[in-house]
C-alpha cells in the first residue's frame, strides 16, 4: 500500500508551484539531506539546544529517510526556487511527521541550519559519495583493462596514424597503455576536486555569519558525518562566505568529470575505428559482438558499447555547460542555482560511472586482435620510410615514398631501385624495432 502523506503545506505549495520537468531532487542529496539533519538533532541535543527526547526521534526518522524507506515523500520538481528551500522545507516537514507530537519541522528539525548552508551541503555529501564509493573505482576497474590489454598487445605491431593518416609502426600495447594513462589522470584530476567539495558550508545559515547556531555546531556535525560516512575529505571550508557564496568546488569537480568525459570519447573513438570493418574498414580489432547490429543486415554488428560511451561523454560535456553557467550566476552571499547544478552534476557521475563499468566489462576485457589486419596495416604503412632517414636523408627518402606511392609498388623494390642497399634496409626496416622508437 501507499504511504501515507507526510509532508506540509509548503511542500504541497511547491508542488503546484513548479509543474516543469516530473524531475525530482537527486535521491542521493535527498538522503544526505536527512544524514545531515538526523547529525545536526544529535549534535543540537549533545549541546543541550534540543531535548534529549526530540534529539533521539529526529534522528531516528532521518536515518530512515537515508536508508530510503521515504523517498516518494519528496515530490518537489528539481527545477524550483534555486536555493533549494522547497526541498529542505520537504525535509523537515516530513522528518517532524515521522518524529511525532512535540516536533516542529523549524523550531526542532531545522534548528541551526538554513537552506542556504544545509542544501548545498548535501549536495556537496552526495557527489563526494557518489565520486569517491562508485566513480572513483569504476574507472580504476577502467584503467586495470586497458593495462591487461597493453601487456597482452605489446608485441602487436600495426601502423601507427596521425591526421587519420598513415604514420610509422606503433604497437596496440602502447596504445592500451595511454588509455590506461588517461584513466589514471582522470582518477586524479576527480580526487583532487574532491578536496574542495568536501568543504561544506554548513554552519553559515542565512549568509555566512552562523546566526542562530551555535558555534561548535558545524565542527561537531561534520566531524560526526566524518566518522559515521567514511569520506575522509568532509572538511571546514577556508572561508564561510566563500563557502555559501560560491559553488565553485563543484563547477571544479565537473570540469574533472568533463576531461575525463573528453578522455574516453578519444578512447571510444579509436576503438570504433579499429574495429570497422572488419573486412571494409581499418579491422585491426576484434570488439566483443553483444548484439545483432541490423534489422535487415544479415550477421552485422556494432560497437555498441563505444557508442554508449561516446553518448555519454556528449551528455556530461553538456552538463558541464549548465552548470558552469549554474555556478557563475551566484550573487552576493548566495548562489541560487543549486538544483540545476546539483541535477547535473548527480547526474554525470552517475552516467560516467554506469558507462565505465559497462564498458570495461562488456567491451574492453573481451577485445581480441585481429592479427591479420594489424600485421596488414603495420606492413602497409609507407612511413616506415622515416627510419632510412639517418642513412640516406629525408629527401632521398621522400622520392621512395613518392615514388611507391604513385606506382603502388612495394616500398623496399623502390627502395632498392632508388640505390639503397638491400642489407641497410633490412635491417633498418624492422617494424617491431622501429614501433619500440627509442626504446631500442
Not at 600495426?158 to 593518416?165: F, I, N, P, V
Not at 610509422?168 to 602502447?174: A, N, R, S
Not at 570519447?265 to 571494409?280: E, F, N, V, Y
Not at 633490412?426 to 622508437?437: E, H, K, N, P, V
Request: some cysteine; overall charge neutral; glycine content about 10%.
Amino acid at each position: 500500500m501507499p504511504e501515507e502523506q507526510l509532508w506540509g503545506a509548503e511542500t504541497t505549495k511547491a508542488v503546484e508551484n513548479f509543474p516543469i520537468s516530473g524531475e525530482t531532487v537527486p535521491i542521493s542529496v535527498i538522503h544526505w539531506l536527512a544524514r545531515l539533519k538526523g547529525a545536526a538533532a544529535a549534535v543540537n541535543g549533545e549541546l543541550g539546544l534540543l531535548s534529549k527526547r526530540n534529539a533521539t526521534r529526529i534522528e531516528k526518522a532521518a536515518k530512515e529517510i537515508a536508508a530510503g524507506k521515504h523517498d516518494a515523500q519528496f515530490p518537489i520538481d528539481v527545477f524550483q526556487t534555486g536555493s533549494g528551500t522547497s526541498t529542505n522545507t520537504n525535509a523537515n516537514e516530513v522528518l517532524g511527521a515521522l518524529a511525532g507530537d512535540g516536533v516542529h519541522p523549524n523550531d526542532h528539525v531545522n534548528m541551526g541550519q538554513s537552506s542556504n548552508d544545509v542544501f548545498p551541503s548535501a549536495v556537496h555529501l552526495a557527489a563526494l559519495d557518489v565520486a569517491q564509493n562508485e566513480l572513483l573505482p569504476a574507472l580504476k576497474a577502467l584503467e586495470r583493462s586497458f593495462a591487461k590489454k597493453a601487456k597482452s598487445f605489446q608485441n602487436v605491431v600495426k601502423a601507427g596514424r596521425t591526421h587519420l593518416m598513415d604514420a610509422v609502426p606503433v604497437t596496440l600495447g602502447q596504445e592500451f597503455a595511454g588509455y590506461a594513462a588517461q584513466m589514471a589522470l582522470g582518477q586524479e584530476r576527480v580526487q583532487a576536486a574532491l578536496v574542495h567539495v568536501g568543504q561544506i558550508p554548513l554552519g553559515g545559515t542565512a549568509t555566512g555569519t552562523g546566526l542562530n547556531t551555535h558555534a561548535k555546531f558545524a565542527e561537531k556535525v561534520r566531524a560526526r558525518l566524518k566518522r559515521e560516512s567514511g569520506l575522509k575529505q568532509i572538511a571546514a571550508p577556508l572561508d564561510p562566505f566563500e563557502a555559501q557564496a560560491t559553488r565553485d568546488a563543484l563547477v571544479e569537480l565537473s570540469g574533472a568529470l568533463k576531461v575525463v568525459a573528453v578522455s574516453l570519447t578519444k578512447i571510444a573513438g579509436d576503438l570504433a575505428l579499429m574495429g570497422s570493418g572488419p573486412r571494409a574498414g581499418i579491422g585491426e580489432l576484434f570488439l566483443p559482438e553483444l548484439q545483432k547490429g541490423s534489422s535487415i543486415m544479415p550477421g552485422k554488428v556494432n560497437p555498441v558499447l563505444p557508442e554508449v560511451v561516446l553518448q555519454v561523454s556528449a551528455q556530461v560535456i553538456g552538463n558541464d555547460t549548465a552548470i558552469t553557467v549554474g555556478g557563475l550566476q551566484g550573487q552576493f552571499e548566495l548562489n541560487v542555482r543549486i538544483p540545476l547544478i546539483a541535477r547535473n552534476l548527480l547526474q554525470s557521475l552517475q552516467l560516467l560511472s554506469s558507462a565505465s563499468r559497462a564498458f570495461a566489462e562488456k567491451c574492453i576485457d573481451g577485445i581480441e586482435v585481429n592479427k591479420a589486419g594489424a600485421a596488414a596495416s603495420a606492413g602497409a604503412t609507407l612511413a616506415v620510410a622515416t627510419a632510412l632517414n639517418g642513412a640516406i636523408g629525408y629527401d632521398k627518402a621522400t622520392v621512395i615514398v613518392k615514388k611507391a606511392t604513385a606506382s603502388g609498388r612495394p616500398l623496399r623494390e623502390v627502395a632498392l631501385e632508388e640505390g639503397v642497399d638491400a642489407k641497410l634496409y633490412d635491417a633498418t626496416i624492422d617494424l617491431r624495432r622501429i614501433a619500440r622508437g627509442n626504446q631500442g
